[in-house]
């Protein structure tokens, strides 16, 4: 079974400094792991994805994340934050073939200027 | 990059009728394709999963009768929410897969049941 923790349901940062979004993940397999956004009433879209290629995986906007096995994290993180990066994150583990795809809760993004 | 398109993206219905919200994929062939509700402020919930040419497989807790999936061809699955009430008013979001560990989402359809 695989399961996914963002351990912050809402995360708020000024401007222009760091991004921190944690996630958790666990699995029985080696899993894919991806990190969608979601603006308001919007559909996802594709942040990064990690599927046992490099373990620091670098993404669309600035953001990255990496994958920690000892830890069995997938943290996403972007040095400066912009206004447009209010949004909700969600973390997501993929088993099998795209089969069991498991989002976790969400964490919502505020941006202060 | 695969896209992949929902269709509508926004659609209001009376209670009591049916709501069809197609799932296209554009550019690539879409072995199995997934249906998610999302609640207000909520993560996605996985509702079925279909692959072509078979029954879909449903979560535990959704109706069948009332959520009809059908995957007829490889490029498109349609969700068909029946007798449709307020309590449907959600966001579904479709993805599709080719086989491999992603999946691909459509942009979304706000069904709102007046």
């Known amino acids: 079974a695989q399961s996914v923790t963002q351990l912050d349901s809402h995360v708020s940062v000024s401007e222009g400094t760091p991004v921190l979004l944690r996630c958790n993940y666990s699995?029985?397999?080696?899993?894919?792991l991806f990190w969608y956004v979601q603006h308001p009433n919007k559909g996802l879209q594709l942040l990064l994805k990690?599927?046992?290629?490099?373990?620091l995986v670098k993404g669309i906007n600035g953001f990255e994340a990496e994958f920690k096995k000892s830890e069995t994290s997938f943290h996403l993180t972007k040095p400066s934050a912009h206004m447009s990066d209010a949004a909700e994150y969600f973390c997501?583990?993929?088993?099998?073939?795209?089969?069991?795809?498991?989002f976790g809760p969400g964490t919502r993004l505020s941006v202060l200027p | 990059g695969a896209v992949v398109s929902q269709h509508p993206s926004r659609v209001i219905c009376k209670s009591g009728t049916s709501v069809k919200i197609e799932c296209r994929s554009l550019?690539?062939?879409?072995?199995?394709m997934f249906w998610y509700r999302q609640f207000p402020k909520k993560s996605l919930m996985l509702m079925a999963t279909?692959?072509?040419?078979?029954?879909?497989?449903?979560e535990q807790g959704v109706e069948k009768d009332k959520f009809l999936i059908n995957h007829a061809s490889l490029t498109l699955s349609t969700l068909t929410v029946t007798s449709a009430h307020p309590e449907d008013s959600s966001f579904y979001i479709c993805?599709?897969?080719?086989?491999?560990?992603?999946?691909?989402f459509g942009q979304g359809t706000r069904l709102t049941v007046v």
């Open positions: 990690y599927t046992s290629a490099a373990t």
């Open positions: 699995s029985s397999y080696s899993p894919s």
């Open positions: 550019d690539f062939q879409a072995t199995t």
């Open positions: 997501v583990v993929s088993g099998w073939y795209g089969q069991n795809f498991v």
């Open positions: 279909s692959n072509e040419g078979s029954k879909a497989t449903y």
């Open positions: 993805s599709a897969s080719q086989g491999t560990t992603e999946a691909f």
